[in-house]
Nanobody, 125 residues
Framework: QVQLVESGGGLVQAGGSLRLSCAASGRSFSRSALGWFRQAPGQEREFVTVINWGGGSTYYADSVKGRFTISRDNAKNTVFLQMNNLKPEDTAVYYC??????????????????WGQGTQVTVSS
């Protein structure tokens, strides 16, 4: 059974940075994709970024390109989301998710079979 545990959320001022972590366990992820989604109050969950674990290819939502970076640590089975130049509109609960296969192009929620519990990110203006 796949388990995803996020950490690193918090409160930061606009223009600041945060790094989220997602520790993955339960199986090999070499042929998987791990991604980040976010959900603001009253809004639908939206795609942020994804990384194909084996090859390392990445995709980003237009709203975070140039500010957010996804990376992975193979030895620790952990995915990171470095968020720089944060804006108030980045405020949301951020979720880590795992897909059972590599993804080509921006994914949909339905591509992912496992989800973490979420971590709150709040950006004050």
């Amino acid at each position: 059974q796949v388990q995803l545990v996020e950490s690193g959320g918090g409160l930061v001022q606009a223009g600041g940075s945060l790094r989220l972590s997602c520790a993955a366990s339960g199986r090999s992820f070499s042929r998987s994709a791990l991604g980040w989604f976010r959900q603001a109050p009253g809004q639908e969950r939206e795609f942020v970024t994804v990384i194909n674990w084996g090859g390392g290819s990445t995709y980003y939502a237009d709203s975070v390109k140039g500010r957010f970076t996804i990376s992975r640590d193979n030895a620790k089975n952990t995915v990171f989301l470095q968020m720089n130049n944060l804006k108030p509109e980045d405020t949301a609960v951020y979720y880590c998710a795992a897909a059972p296969h590599w993804l080509v192009g921006p994914p949909a929620l339905s591509d992912f079979e496992s989800w973490g519990q979420g971590t709150q990110v709040t950006v004050s203006s």
